[in-house]
């Protein structure tokens, strides 16, 4: 799952300004504006304008005719001027696996002679077809576009035959019987990039009704099916009379609010449980828990109560949602169940809530501190939180266990943030021991961030830590985490402003990562997802940036208004809710988001413990009267009047008398009246990083040999850094590098530098003369090989492990020299797809009752139980000696299966690193 943001209000001023504001709206107070300043844009950009009634986009308007009803003449443009060049590759078992990275078959999908249909020539697997043929200008993809692919597959059935498995480009074997489907992946619809989901479109499969080797699929590209489109208007039908009434001088910016109301509505299924969106189904941890955060704690604590409780495993545990490798520990992000169930206690006050959570956020911890907190960096390991498309965010080497091992800011955030709530509930319940055991981690996780994280030439911080034994960081921004530092306070005052200042945002939004990644579709890459947006607007408030805040206001109404709905997201260098891999509608954490920015940044409420303050943030563009009614807090219902603009409170009154610390005691009850007077003093000046859509250079494929690294020219690329050891070794504009004789272990990687200075990922970890450095240990020795009769390993057998067989191994292993060492297992987890399901196995290491840590064995593909790889490397300081180690299945291994967590082992290695 995946967030969405949400926009308020963004026009382009032009010859449409006087037609934008034809309509009669209904008057509001006294201090409407005059009809001159009506006609004026309340904010605009390159990319659009926005009216107090309207926003205009180019040629499209959208329009409130009145509080209850928008009409938008938005149309996507996603299906015009498609270029015909189509570029694809085949995949076995929906994998990345025929050519490297970068290098794919491409056909012009133009006219040929008359009556002559499309179809590609027979291309033979892993051999590169360019089609030569001339496009004349202006010339683009015709709807409806029949496309014959056509495969030759005769070499890799012949290897089967001959020998029983493939050998694929990257030296990995894909045995016989593992083998089950061949797909096409490509650019252009209904053609994706995205290998992991292939499985779930049909009519991307190739097949060979003849047996004569050669596989054929069609597609029709650029279908009318395909075309977008999206509502002309909408009128409000539900009754959300029982919830917060807005009124402002803004009809535009009120009617998107409405909307959001009848959204929120909507997204209660009957089981009482929110629905995550139009097209996501069930209840889903992060999903829920943002929007919670945002607004719904407040909005709708009950339905809130209901969703978290669904997310709650048999163990009393925080159920991580389905994903990369098998989800837990591979993506760690349910932490933040924690500070949304904290959220619903300061906005209810309800006691028994506090210690029905505490035991269940307790647990989790303490698992998650076993399972993925690195005792190094003091850093949470696991996938971006909301992020968790793997090939949307990460380079295309890394496997789920490459993202297990990695530490990113978002995550690590929302573990910071779910320590400091560990830390409150257990004060609250007087568990003094556990409150400085939480805080403890809070305090490491936020060193850690601040230590490893930041990035003082940029002024944010990096995306994460990746790498394999020697991590680097990825220096792109991730929005998400950015606010989440400023928010939770990871960030000091004066950090935060530079971060709100510095971080890279687009005409239509921030983007979830910038720069973006080279042959990536979008949907997290080059995509603004509004909820994530709304974040970064409460992190500009917070920080005092007015331009960022109202900017962000906008870049919510934006999409809203043009599209009727609140949609999960859209491309981020053209605004359009088309082209994004899964765009869905009424999406919960999109709507949360659109209210969120009205309670928490325009009225500033601040929920805590034992009170309600205002801190509200009005942009002067926005100044005016905004009342908000029949608004609960705990046991009082408020009505709020707001005039002026700025943060900063000239007096504040609850029933006429002045209001102490602008705060609302928790034991407020009955009906009362606040009224805000503003400043109508703008904050001092600051800046934001605007910048154009970029795209990083692509990942370098490297290989070595005779002393030297080698690897092809990368697309944009000016330079090319290499690093050793996860350290910048050389720059260079060669496309080698000669590499010294190994007197210890290295890795060597090499990323990509554009002319503007932007650098891609950096390639695999590539291990030099390791075999000297390095011991493996069968374990057939250890337990008895397993009678499966899975191919593909090493020595006499293999050994299984499950909840029920080998849940203790006893390793002997012969230490040659005292170091540091990497333990890792090659292993094979045929349990699910690499993308989703629960069925990660989790172990842990110890070396007598010493823990040595965590052993991670992700789902590597269906049933392909002959596909082998290595889990995370585990690093010990190991005397010369014998020592004996055991792997075993602890309570806190359970994965969010429960039942299966199981893998094949065939090997320990031992690496000397140091």
Not at 609 to 638: C, I, K, S
Request: aromatic share 10%.
């Amino acid at each position: 799952m995946n967030p969405t943001r949400i926009t308020a209000g963004l026009l382009l001023a032009g010859s449409l300004l006087s037609s934008c504001q034809t309509q009669k709206m209904p008057a509001t107070t006294s201090s409407s504006p005059a009809p001159d300043a009506a006609r004026r844009p309340v904010w605009e950009s390159a990319a659009y304008s926005v009216f107090r009634d309207s926003i205009v986009q180019g040629r499209a308007v959208a329009r409130a005719r009145s509080r209850q009803e928008l009409t938008s003449s938005y149309q996507s443009p996603a299906n015009e001027f498609q270029s015909p060049q189509v570029s694809f590759k085949f995949s076995l078992n929906g994998k990345d696996n025929e050519m490297q990275p970068g290098q794919d078959h491409v056909f012009q999908a133009v006219p040929r002679a008359a009556g002559q249909p499309l179809e590609t020539p027979v291309i033979g697997f892993g051999q590169q077809f360019v089609d030569h043929t001339p496009v004349p200008a202006n010339t683009y993809l015709a709807p409806n576009t029949p496309l014959k692919i056509r495969l030759d597959l005769r070499p890799v059935l012949a290897a089967f035959q001959k020998q029983g498995f493939y050998s694929l480009y990257n030296g990995q074997k894909l045995y016989k019987d593992d083998f089950k489907h061949v797909f096409v992946a490509g650019n252009t619809t209904p053609m994706s990039w995205d290998f992991d989901n292939l499985i779930n479109k049909p009519g991307l499969e190739l097949t060979d009704p003849d047996g004569d080797g050669i596989y054929e699929t069609t597609v029709v590209l650029n279908a009318h099916s395909d075309q977008k489109t999206t509502a002309g208007q909408w009128k409000a039908s539900l009754d959300v009379s029982k919830l917060p009434q807005l009124t402002s001088d803004f009809p535009l910016l009120d009617a998107l609010y409405n909307l959001a109301l009848e959204e929120a509505t909507r997204a209660v299924e009957p089981d009482g449980t929110f629905r995550t969106g139009q097209e996501w189904a069930g209840v889903w941890t992060r999903d829920i828990s943002y929007s919670i955060i945002l607004s719904q704690a407040l909005l709708q604590p009950e339905v809130a109560k209901t969703s978290l409780l669904r997310k709650v495993s048999a163990q009393g545990r925080i159920i991580q949602d389905t994903g990369t490798g098998g989800a837990y520990p591979c993506s760690t992000d349910r932490i933040i169940w924690a500070v949304a169930a904290w959220e619903i206690y300061k906005t209810t006050g309800d006691e028994a809530w506090l210690r029905q959570v505490y035991p269940i956020i307790k647990a989790s911890i303490e698992d998650d501190a076993l399972n993925a907190y690195d005792a190094t960096t003091g850093l949470v390991r696991g996938e971006s939180s909301f992020l968790d498309w793997r090939e949307q965010t990460y380079p295309k080497w890394m496997q789920p266990v490459d993202i297990y091992q990695s530490e990113n800011l978002g995550t690590n955030a929302a573990h910071f943030q779910g320590n400091q709530v560990l830390a409150l509930l257990a004060d609250k319940l007087g568990q003094a021991e556990v409150a400085r055991q939480a805080r403890g981690r809070a305090a490491r996780i936020k060193a850690g961030i601040n230590e490893h994280l930041w990035l003082e030439e940029k002024g944010n911080y990096g995306q994460y830590r990746y790498g394999r034994t020697f991590p680097t960081i990825s220096p792109k921004s991730e929005a998400l985490g950015e606010a989440l530092t400023v928010l939770f306070g990871v960030a000091d005052e004066a950090r935060a402003k530079t971060i709100v200042a510095r971080t890279p945002v687009m005409d239509y939004g921030i983007p979830c990562i910038y720069p973006q990644i080279a042959g990536i579709p979008p949907y997290h890459n080059n995509a603004v997802w509004p909820f994530v947006q709304s974040y970064w607007g409460l992190a500009a408030a917070q920080a005092g940036n007015e331009n960022a805040f109202l900017e962000s206001l906008m870049a919510v109404a934006r999409p809203a208004a043009m599209f009727l709905t609140d949609k999960e997201n859209f491309v981020a260098s053209n605004g359009d809710f088309a082209g994004t891999q899964v765009n869905s509608s009424n999406m919960l954490w999109s709507l949360s988001g659109t209210l969120g920015l009205v309670y928490k940044g325009l009225f500033g409420m601040d929920f805590q413990a034992d009170y309600l303050t205002f801190r509200p943030f009005v942009p002067q563009a926005l100044q005016g009267t905004r009342t908000l009614t029949n608004f609960h807090y705990r046991g009082a219902v408020l009505s709020v009047e707001m005039r002026g603009y700025g943060r900063v409170i000239r007096s504040i009154t609850l029933d006429g008398q002045p209001l102490a610390e602008a705060s609302v005691p928790a034991t407020l009850t009955g009906t009362h009246n606040i009224h805000i007077e503003l400043s109508n003093e703008a904050p001092a000046p600051a800046a934001q990083n605007k910048v154009p859509h970029h795209v990083a250079p692509p990942t370098p494929a490297v290989t070595y040999a005779a002393g030297r690294l080698s690897w092809p020219a990368v697309e944009g690329a000016r330079a090319y850094q290499v690093l050793r050891n996860g350290q910048f070794a050389a720059r260079t504009t060669e496309l080698s590098f000669p590499v010294p004789a190994p007197t210890a272990y290295a890795e060597y990687q090499v990323l990509a530098v554009d002319a503007q200075g932007f650098e891609g990922f950096a390639s695999e970890p590539l291990p030099v003369g390791a075999d000297q450095f390095r011991r493996t240990f069968e374990l057939e020795a250890a337990a008895g090989k397993s009678a499966k009769g899975y191919k593909g390993y090493t020595g006499k057998g293999f050994v299984e492990i499950s909840t029920t067989v080998n849940r203790t191994l006893t390793l002997k292993v012969q230490v040659p020299k005292t170091g540091l060492y990497a333990l890792d297992f090659r292993y094979a987890n045929g349990n699910g797809p690499i993308n989703t399901s629960n069925k990660c196995a989790i172990r842990t290491l110890r070396r007598g009752g010493q823990l040595l840590g965590t052993v991670v064995l992700p789902q590597r593909g269906v049933d392909e139980w002959s596909d082998w790889g290595f889990s995370n490397p585990v690093l010990a300081r190991l005397a010369k000696g014998t020592h004996t180690l055991t792997l075993t299945l602890e309570d806190a291994n359970t994965n969010m299966n429960g039942e299966v967590n199981q893998a094949m082992l065939d090997y320990l290695r031992l690496t000397r690193v140091q």
